[in-house]
C-alpha cells in the first residue's frame, strides 16, 4: 500500500485559501489520490480524488505533481465550519471489486475567525 | 436518498462480552466496509462485503466477524471484547460496478466503550 505523509496541524484565516499538501512518494500508476475530511464526532465525509490531473469541484481543489508523488487540497475560501481533520488516502483495490481506504493520521486544520 | 445509518450511537459493554453493530447502507449501495478508530487516530478498515461475501479484510482477529444481507444492510460482530476495542466504529457504503468505483459514504458511527 503506498503510504501518505501529512504535516498534523495546520492554521489558517477565515475566507483565506487553506492549501493542505499530502507526500505519497510510493504511489504505483493505477492508485488514485483520495481526500476525506472528519470533523469532531462524525463520519469522514468524501471531499474529491484523482488520478494524474488537477481536479475542482464545488467544494475543493486537488493539484497533483506531473510524478504523482505528492498533492495540495486546496480549500478556497476557508470557513469555520471547515475545522476538521483532513485525510489524504491513495486507493488500494481489492482482489474482485471495491477497495478499502489507508487512513493515516491525517491534518487538523484549523480556521480561525 | 436516505444516508447511510448505525445503531446504536453509542453502547457500554464489560470485557468477555460479545457486541453486534448494525448499519444501512445508503439507498443503491452494493458494499458495506467497516472501519475502527480509536481516540486521536484515523479509521483502520476491517473488512469489506460485497454481494453478501467478506471482500478483503485488514489486520483483526477472527473474532470480529461481519454480515451483509440481501438489503446490503451489515452487521459487526465483536466476540471476547477487549479493553482496546473501545473505539468509534464506522460503517461506509459505495456503489461498485466492474466500469466504476464510487466514493464510500459513511454513517455517523457507534461509540463503543468497554469496561
Known amino acids: 500500500d503506498a503510504k501518505t505523509t501529512q504535516p498534523p496541524s495546520m492554521d489558517c484565516a477565515e475566507g483565506r485559501a487553506a492549501n493542505l499538501p499530502c507526500n505519497h512518494s510510493?504511489?504505483?500508476?493505477?492508485?488514485?489520490v483520495y481526500w476525506y475530511r472528519q470533523i469532531h464526532s462524525q463520519g469522514p465525509q468524501y471531499i474529491i480524488h484523482?488520478?494524474?490531473n488537477n481536479e475542482t469541484n464545488e467544494m475543493a481543489s486537488l493539484i497533483i505533481t506531473e510524478d504523482r508523488k505528492s498533492s495540495t487540497l486546496i480549500l478556497p475560501h476557508a470557513t469555520l465550519r471547515d475545522t476538521a481533520v483532513y485525510y489524504c488516502?491513495?486507493?488500494?483495490?481489492?482482489?474482485?471489486?471495491?477497495?478499502?481506504?489507508?487512513f493515516g493520521e491525517g491534518t487538523q486544520l484549523t480556521v480561525n475567525p | 436518498e436516505t444516508g447511510v445509518t448505525q445503531s446504536p450511537t453509542h453502547l457500554i459493554k464489560t470485557r468477555g462480552q460479545q457486541v453486534t453493530l448494525r448499519c444501512s447502507s445508503q439507498?443503491?449501495?452494493?458494499?458495506v466496509s467497516w472501519y475502527q478508530q480509536a481516540l486521536g487516530q484515523g479509521p483502520q478498515f476491517i473488512f469489506q462485503?460485497?454481494?453478501?461475501?467478506?471482500?478483503g479484510r485488514g489486520n483483526f482477529p477472527p473474532r470480529f466477524s461481519g454480515l451483509q444481507f440481501p438489503n446490503y444492510s451489515s452487521e459487526l460482530n465483536v466476540n471476547a471484547l477487549e479493553l482496546d476495542d473501545s473505539a468509534l466504529y464506522l460503517c461506509?457504503?459505495?456503489?461498485?460496478?466492474?466500469?466504476?468505483?464510487?466514493?464510500?459514504?459513511f454513517g455517523p458511527g457507534t461509540r463503543l466503550t468497554v469496561l
Open positions: 461506509a457504503s459505495s456503489l461498485v460496478s466492474t466500469s466504476s468505483y464510487n466514493e464510500q459514504f
Open positions: 484523482g488520478l494524474k
Open positions: 462485503y460485497y454481494r453478501e461475501e467478506e471482500n
Open positions: 488516502i491513495v486507493r488500494v483495490a481489492l482482489e474482485t471489486s471495491g477497495s478499502r481506504l489507508t
Open positions: 439507498s443503491g449501495h452494493n458494499t
Open positions: 510510493t504511489i504505483s500508476g493505477n492508485e488514485y
